[in-house]
C-alpha cells in the first residue's frame, strides 16, 4: 500500500485512519472556520490525522436555484485562510479544467466529484499539476473499473493518488454500499477512502433536492473501518438541519467525536 503525502501529512500506507472532514459547502466564512477548528481540536485529541473539507462551489445541484457556494475566486481565498489559521491541509472538488491551475495554488487535494470520474482531461489534468488527487468513484462504477481511472493519472507522471467510495445507484433515489468495493480497490495499491455523508443521501430525494439518512453513518462508518479503509470522508455541521446544502446527511458536529472514538478503536483491531 502505497503513502500518499498530503501536506505536512503522510498518510497510507497501512497506517492509522485518517480524516478528511468540514462543511458540504463553504456558507459564512466565520462560521465555516468554527467548524473546521472544532473537528481539528477532536482529531488532535484522538490522534487522526485531518484534511479540511469544504466546496467551492456545489456545481451539480439538483436545482438551478440551490444555493452553490461563494465561487472559485472567493472561494480559494477562503479555504487558503482557514488552512493558514488551523495549520492543516485542504481539499476542495475542482469541475473543470479551468479550475485546476488556481485551485493546485491551495489546495493540498484535488477532489474529482463522483460525476467526474471518467473526465478524462480533468482527471489526467488534476494528475499533471502532482498535487494528491482523491477521485470519488462513481455511483454508476463498478469498483474494479477504477483501475483506469488511476492508469490515467499515472500516465500525468503522479502516485500521489487516492479512491473514495460513496456508494452505488441503486434503483431511484437510493445508494448502497458493497462492502466488497474495499479490498477490490485497495488491491490497486493506494489509499482507499469511505465517504461515509454522502454514501448515506437519498439523491434527489427531496423533489429540488436531495435528502438523506445521517442516523445510518455511524453504522456504515464502523462496517467500512472493519473492511480495513485508509481514510474517512464526512461533510458536519454544527446544525444541520439550517445547512444550505446536504444538511440531511451531514453529521452533527457535536456527535462527531464519540462516532471517532469507536472508529479508531476498531480500525487498532483492524490493523493491529
Do not use: W
Not at 435528502?211 to 472493519?226: K, N
Amino acid at each position: 500500500m502505497k503513502e500518499v503525502k498530503i501536506g505536512n501529512l503522510t498518510v497510507g500506507g497501512g497506517k492509522g485512519l485518517f480524516l478528511l472532514a468540514g462543511p458540504c459547502v463553504i456558507e459564512d466564512p466565520e462560521r465555516t472556520l468554527m467548524i473546521g477548528r472544532r473537528i481539528k481540536e477532536i482529531c488532535d485529541r484522538l490522534g487522526i490525522p485531518y484534511i479540511f473539507k469544504a466546496s467551492f462551489d456545489k456545481a451539480n445541484r439538483s436545482s438551478y436555484s440551490s444555493f452553490r457556494g461563494p465561487g472559485l475566486e472567493e472561494g480559494l481565498k477562503i479555504l487558503a485562510h482557514i488552512k493558514k489559521e488551523l495549520q492543516v491541509p485542504v481539499v476542495s472538488d475542482i469541475h473543470s479544467v479551468e479550475q485546476i491551475e488556481p485551485a493546485a495554488d491551495v489546495l493540498d487535494v484535488l477532489q474529482i466529484p463522483a460525476f467526474l470520474c471518467r473526465q478524462t482531461d480533468l482527471v489526467y489534468g488534476a494528475a499533471k499539476t502532482g498535487k494528491c488527487v482523491n477521485v470519488k468513484k462513481g455511483q454508476f462504477m463498478a469498483p474494479k473499473d477504477m483501475i483506469n481511472v488511476l492508469k490515467k493519472m499515472e500516465e500525468a507522471g503522479n502516485e500521489n493518488l487516492m479512491l473514495t467510495e460513496r456508494g452505488a445507484s441503486f434503483g431511484y433515489n437510493n445508494l448502497v454500499v458493497d462492502m466488497r468495493s474495499f479490498p477490490i480497490m485497495r488491491d490497486f495499491g493506494y489509499p482507499v477512502i469511505f465517504d461515509a455523508t454522502h454514501s448515506v443521501q437519498l439523491p434527489g430525494g427531496a423533489g429540488t433536492k436531495s435528502s438523506g439518512q445521517r442516523e445510518f453513518v455511524p453504522f456504515l462508518s464502523r462496517a467500512a473501518v472493519g473492511a480495513g479503509v485508509d481514510g474517512l470522508f464526512m461533510e458536519v455541521h454544527d446544525n444541520p438541519e439550517e445547512a444550505l446544502s446536504d444538511g440531511p446527511n451531514m453529521v452533527r458536529l457535536d456527535d462527531l467525536e464519540a462516532i471517532l472514538r469507536d472508529l479508531k478503536a476498531i480500525d487498532t483491531i483492524v490493523k493491529g
